[in-house]
């Protein structure tokens, strides 16, 4: 075998679905702008793992038609020491599949998991069959374990590391980094593809400005909460200015809430303008977390959308269920100061969370469309490992204990609504509510007089934005 790694997203897309033969409508709907979006967090791992002159190959099995063949020319003729898989809670059973064949392909080859779903449930190391697992942040750490994989020594000693104990797991003292700025850049290199989104235009790429969370919602469950840390704005620049090099002209920036530092977000804004960054970008924020002040300086430093986590239409949910904390007259005021600023607005609700009613669920749509929001996405509530509503639902016996073993091994995904009738409802409620904004005449309206060029544009924005033929997309792929 070769002092080699392989390094795989193994996120899913219809086809390869069909792969793993689960039951039509077993995982829920996920928005198209996910799709498109390169994994960040295993470019940061490739980037770290070429620091150290580690060879790697990095494989993004989203846009693969046939994977299970593309996996077997890669695993025979790279023969790599070490696969890396990313694992999140809906990829579950791709990932079990996908270890099964690279372990009959090559049963010498130590397979390492990460990922959110390791982070809150390192047993998966166990029953999806890998070697290691790794948990919060992983890039120095995996780094240790493969040079340890490769040296053949000892590597029970390495922080954040998952061990298998026979049948169950140990998890190491965690380590998270608290500088940032000592990071490389993504590897996006390896990422030979182009960031298609239904939301902005132009040549994009996404960028990581923090890590963790100092929020608590009820539905969340980001790693690290409660360790929130970000990159200086003197960092985002220089990468900024590299991307721009490239021929960026759009940034997405995806942290769950940019804005949460304020000096740090001021400091940005003024050094794009003073130093006359033509690049354009969004980011999402907490609607207590801007004002009209700091709204007027993101748009100079050429921000033109921002996203909001609103949630819900209803107080009593957004607060008492979903633990927001943000109060509607809050929500309007920061809609109308952003429009005011000339900022296109993104507004992201869940429905369907335990305890939640359809009357408010229906008072969450008419909300929607009543606050001239540009753009929205509706989900439902899903019970994702180390939410604060899935620990309640355990708590309460509501759930099995070995709820993710069996979605693993093709069981049913559980969403917060258990009730199956109920379930099909609130489908059918978020797609008409997503039916109800984007075809709208206010909507198609706005689009071609400020921000559409043709109609053709619009059409295919629209189905982009309705999560409508996902394979038709694959054309946005390109070779570098």
């Known amino acids: 075998?070769?002092?080699?790694?392989?390094?795989?997203?193994?996120?899913?897309?219809?086809?390869?679905?069909?792969?793993?033969?689960?039951?039509?409508?077993?995982?829920?709907?996920?928005?198209?702008?996910?799709?498109?979006?390169?994994?960040?967090?295993?470019?940061?791992?490739?980037?770290?793992?070429?620091?150290?002159?580690?060879?790697?190959?990095?494989?993004?099995?989203t846009f693969l038609n046939d994977w299970p063949v593309v996996i077997k020319d890669i695993i025979l003729h790279e023969n790599p020491m070490v696969a890396g898989i990313y694992v999140s809670t809906l990829n579950l059973p791709l990932a079990k599949v996908l270890i099964a064949q690279i372990k009959n392909l090559s049963p010498k080859v130590t397979v390492v998991v990460g990922g959110p779903h390791v982070h809150f449930d390192p047993d998966c190391v166990n029953y999806l069959n890998a070697d290691y697992g790794i948990v919060s942040d992983g890039e120095f750490a995996f780094a240790e374990l493969v040079r340890a994989i490769f040296n053949k020594s000892d590597p029970s000693g390495i922080c954040n590391l998952v061990l298998k104990n026979g049948k169950t797991v140990s998890v190491n003292r965690l380590q998270i980094i608290e500088n940032l700025d000592i990071l490389p850049f993504p590897a996006r290199e390896y990422w030979p593809y182009k960031i298609f989104s239904g939301l902005l235009s132009g040549n994009i790429a996404s960028v990581l400005g923090s890590r963790g969370c100092a929020f608590n919602c009820a539905f969340c469950a980001t790693p690290q909460r409660g360790e929130f840390r970000v990159r200086s704005a003197k960092n985002i620049i220089e990468e900024l200015k590299y991307l721009s090099s490239l021929g960026v002209s759009y940034i997405d920036f995806i942290d769950d809430a940019m804005t949460v530092d304020r000096g740090r977000m001021e400091e940005l804004c003024s050094e794009i303008i003073r130093q006359r960054l033509r690049v354009k970008w969004a980011c999402m924020s907490r609607i207590d977390m801007v004002d009209k002040q700091?709204?007027?300086?993101?748009?100079?430093?050429?921000?033109?959308?921002?996203?909001?986590?609103?949630?819900?239409?209803?107080?009593?949910?957004?607060?008492?269920?979903?633990?927001?904390?943000?109060?509607?007259?809050?929500?309007?005021?920061?809609l109308k100061e952003s429009r005011q600023a000339g900022l296109a607005t993104v507004a992201y609700f869940i429905l369907g969370m335990p305890g939640e009613t359809e009357d408010e669920i229906r008072q969450t749509i008419k909300f929607s469309r009543s606050k001239d929001i540009d753009y929205v996405e509706?989900?439902?509530?899903?019970?994702?490992?180390?939410?604060?509503?899935?620990?309640?639902?355990?708590?309460?016996?509501?759930?099995?204990?070995?709820?993710?073993?069996?979605?693993?091994?093709?069981?049913?995904?559980?969403?917060?609504?258990?009730?199956?009738?109920?379930?099909?409802?609130?489908?059918?409620?978020?797609?008409?509510?997503?039916?109800?904004?984007?075809?709208?005449?206010?909507?198609?309206?706005?689009?071609?007089?400020?921000?559409?060029?043709?109609?053709?544009?619009?059409?295919?924005?629209?189905?982009?934005?309705?999560?409508?033929?996902?394979?038709?997309?694959?054309?946005?792929?390109?070779?570098?």
């Open 1 to 61: 075998m070769k002092n080699k790694v392989i390094i795989i997203y193994s996120t899913y897309n219809f086809k390869n679905l069909d792969a793993v033969d689960l039951k039509d409508g077993s995982l829920p709907p996920v928005s198209v702008e996910d799709r498109f979006y390169p994994p960040l967090g295993l470019l940061y791992l490739v980037a770290v793992l070429k620091q150290r002159n580690i060879d790697v190959s990095f494989l993004d099995m």
């Open 294 to 334: 700091l709204l007027s300086l993101m748009k100079r430093a050429n921000c033109t959308h921002v996203k909001y986590g609103i949630e819900s239409g209803s107080e009593r949910v957004r607060n008492e269920l979903m633990r927001k904390h943000i109060t509607t007259y809050q929500i309007e005021k920061v």
């Open 378 to 480: 509706f989900r439902l509530a899903m019970l994702f490992p180390g939410s604060g509503m899935f620990n309640e639902a355990v708590q309460a016996n509501k759930i099995p204990v070995d709820l993710w073993r069996n979605f693993a091994n093709g069981g049913k995904f559980l969403y917060s609504i258990l009730d199956e009738q109920t379930l099909i409802r609130m489908k059918t409620l978020r797609v008409q509510a997503m039916k109800q904004h984007y075809l709208s005449i206010p909507f198609i309206f706005k689009e071609i007089t400020t921000r559409t060029r043709s109609i053709s544009s619009l059409y295919n924005k629209i189905k982009i934005l309705l999560c409508k033929k996902y394979n038709s997309y694959l054309s946005c792929k390109i070779t570098k």
